[in-house]
């Protein structure tokens, strides 16, 4: 029973670098979000999905950029990463008025 | 967009005793839900509780349970006979109930239980 799974787990970027991190969920869910969590600021919303082929912006969506070609995966990407990206990274699932389900979060360091 | 609002940053609590967190929040959706989430030091999300809007009774789950005052936007969560494994981050969260699903997260509360 996988849920929701993130690759990479750890990641070190230079500045200026581009990656994508990749969410797959196994439950069939509609909806889908990425969110960043920094310290002292809880866990902030950066593009969310209500349905394959769908995306929409969160709190905090500049310089990231998503899509949702198939309703099991959500990738986000960085297309030029910056030192603030510094973060830890979730994914997250669920059904309409349900619980989200997380993975387990991607730890990733820019310098 | 709604806005969720947790004013204690951090908690102590005497193990086997009761506390309660504090969340608030702001929307103008009329249906919505209510979440609380806790992080311990591993990082992992574990969901807790849930509250929908035009749920008439507050929710409980073993030990949590969510006191739900609609009109003053306020979502508590209490937890009763603390444990040390208690210990960790708790994290309010709302979202709308209609198909604009953006759920969003209070900055948190980080709660010490003392042996």
């Known amino acids: 029973n996988a849920g929701v799974t993130q690759t990479p787990k750890f990641r070190v970027l230079k500045t200026g670098q581009s990656m994508t991190l990749l969410c797959a969920q196994d439950m069939n869910h509609e909806y889908m979000y990425w969110y960043r969590q920094d310290p002292g600021m809880g866990l902030r919303l950066i593009h969310y999905s209500v349905g394959e082929g769908t995306t929409a912006k969160g709190e905090v969506p500049d310089g990231y950029n998503v899509s949702r070609l198939k309703k099991q995966n959500f990738l986000l990407g960085l297309e030029s990463a910056a030192p603030s990206q510094t973060s830890v990274y979730f994914c997250?699932?669920?059904?309409?008025?349900?619980?989200?389900?997380f993975g387990q979060g991607t730890r990733l360091t820019v310098v | 967009a709604q806005k969720i609002t947790q004013t204690q940053p951090g908690m102590f609590v005497q193990e086997k005793e009761a506390v309660t967190l504090d969340c608030t929040y702001d929307t103008s959706d009329p249906s919505y839900g209510l979440f609380w989430y806790k992080q311990p030091s591993s990082g992992e999300m574990i969901f807790l509780i849930y509250q929908g809007s035009y749920d008439q009774q507050n929710a409980t789950e073993g030990r949590y349970s969510l006191n739900f005052q609609k009109a003053r936007k306020s979502a508590n969560l209490v937890i009763s006979a603390s444990q040390l494994g208690d210990s960790a981050m708790y994290f309010c969260?709302?979202?709308?109930?209609?198909?604009?699903?953006?759920?969003?997260f209070g900055a948190g509360t980080r709660l010490t239980v003392k042996p």
């Open positions: 997250a699932s669920s059904y309409l008025n349900t619980e989200a389900f």
């Open positions: 969260a709302m979202r709308p109930g209609d198909h604009n699903n953006d759920m969003r």
